[in-house]
């Protein structure tokens, strides 16, 4: 039985669909096709079926999932059974918090690549929320997430790398305009520009508007830190960030902090993967840098 096939299954099933896996495996959706057709044939039976316009596990594809799982983890130690972690194969799948990516990830990646330079790390910048929830369901192998989310209990096994303050950044033009976030019962002409709603830092800072009885113009909801950083530098609006962000353009003069009521405001920055997770030297290696470099 051809290792590929097994794998093109996993791939379908945690991605949802055939042109999905087919995307991310770089294959055609024909040779996706071809592969589970002789998956099937192999083990005489059907594992998936069209329902509507979708492609759904049968039962015995439902039945054959946690064995892929474990042939597939059985494959992965095998390939880091080697103990020169130089001549260690295998890939690594991380989901990582935005800010944590672009401002703190790319020394240990590269320390990463230089011990392990035959490993393959699949990076995905994404939401501690769905960080969080891909841990639990096992679909990452680790995470590197702010702890704030909560929700997770006993299900993981997290490692601190540390705690880092949060604040309300402007320009200084804009700061001279609006330089009060303290007065209660306001209503401030200036725009909140900042990440998706799932944000942990922007959750924290609409509690304390909420609490304050503040009120913005309106929220400009973008993805990217540095683009939300050259808007506010730009006088378009405030934002509330990690300073470790913002460290840069705070030293240069071309941002400000805004005082506010917030007490200690920060945010824990943790490394994390399921506890029942097997720890394969790459993953070993991949949280000892995470945790060395804190």
Known sequence: M????????????????????ADKLNYTQSTITFQIGQLEQELCAQLFEKIGRRMVLTKAGEQLVPYVD???????KMRCFENDLTECRGDLQIGIAESQLCYQMPS???????QAPKARLFLRSM??????DELINGTLDLGVFYQNVGGFGSNLTTYSLGDYPVLLVASP???????????????????????EQNCIFRQIFEQYLREKSIRLDHTIELWSIP???????????????????????LDRGELVEIPTDLKNPQISAVCGHHKNKWISPLMQAFIDLCVKTK
């Open 2 to 21: 051809d290792l590929k096939y097994l794998n093109t299954f996993k791939t379908i099933v945690e991605e949802g669909g055939f042109a999905k896996a």
């Open 70 to 76: 474990d042939v597939l983890a059985s494959v992965n």
């Open 108 to 114: 240990i990646l590269r320390q990463f690549h230089q």
């Open 127 to 132: 939401n501690c929320y769905d960080i969080r």
């Open 173 to 195: 033009q804009i700061k001279e305009r609006y330089p009060d976030f303290i007065t209660a019962d306001q209503q401030l002409s200036v725009s909140f520009i900042i990440n």
């Open 227 to 249: 683009t939300i950083k050259n808007l506010v530098k730009s006088n378009v609006g405030i934002s509330f960030l990690p300073k470790f962000t913002v460290q840069e353009e």
